[in-house]
Nanobody, 123 residues
């Protein structure tokens, strides 16, 4: 059983930056691909970014390419999401997810989820 705890959310003005962190425990972190998803009010949960277990491969949603960067430190059992040039449409609850083996951009394909952290971008 893997436990995931996100942190780093908050309120920021458009154009600003935030870095989200997700600390994992209870499993072999280095064997899990990790992902970030988000869910805005009234909308379905959507894929944001994913990183392979080694950190050598990454994948991004088109809406965040060039603005967000996903990274991980296996020695610290932590995955990060650096978010730059934030826009009001990035406002959502951001969730960290772990998937055994390969990366996935499918919310239904993740094995474990964190509780989420709120990101609010004001215009």
């Amino acid at each position: 059983q893997v436990q995931l705890v996100e942190s780093g959310g908050g309120l920021v003005q458009a154009g600003g930056s935030l870095r989200l962190s997700c600390a994992a425990s209870g499993g072999t972190f280095s064997r899990y691909a990790m992902g970030w998803f988000r869910q805005a009010p009234g909308k379905e949960r959507e894929f944001v970014a994913a990183i392979s277990w080694s950190g050598q491969s990454t994948r991004y949603a088109d809406s965040v390419k060039g603005r967000f960067t996903i990274s991980r430190e296996n020695a610290k059992n932590t995955v990060y999401l650096q978010m730059n040039s934030l826009k009001p449409e990035d406002t959502a609850v951001y969730y960290c997810a772990a998937n055994w083996g390969t990366m996935t951009d499918d919310p239904m394909g993740s094995d474990y989820w964190g509780q989420g952290t709120q990101v609010t971008v004001s215009s």
